[in-house]
């Protein structure tokens, strides 16, 4: 998915998307999903991400690029949006910060 995604399809047409090959820039992947989350589908979505496990005490390759997709989307996330709690006191306490 990631190759198609990534040469400008809109894929409005498709309901399952499956990324048979990760990438370390969770942004090209959510943009290769997104791709199939267009204007004008009309179908609900799958996406897929295959993995391979090895089970037991030992994690696989995938699931450790799997948690650092995690990891960098939160920290993406915790970045650039503003916290859910306080938000309003933290806005205010800036703004009277800024004025004085």
């Not at 998915?1 to 048979?20: D, E, K, Q, S």
């Not at 609900?44 to 450790?64: K, Q, W």
Request: with cysteine; charged share 25%; proline share 6%.
């Amino acid at each position: 998915m990631p190759r198609a995604g990534g040469v400008g399809l809109t894929l409005t047409r498709a309901n399952h998307a499956i990324h048979l090959s990760r990438w370390w820039n969770p942004a090209v992947e959510d943009q290769c999903t997104g791709r199939v989350h267009r204007i004008g589908q009309t179908r609900p979505i799958t996406v897929y991400l295959p993995m391979a496990t090895l089970g037991g005490a030992h994690r696989s390759f995938d699931e450790n690029l799997d948690a650092l997709l995690t990891r960098k989307r939160k920290l993406m996330h915790d970045t650039l949006m503003p916290p859910d709690a306080n938000a309003e006191a933290d806005r205010d306490e800036l703004f009277r910060a800024t004025v004085q």
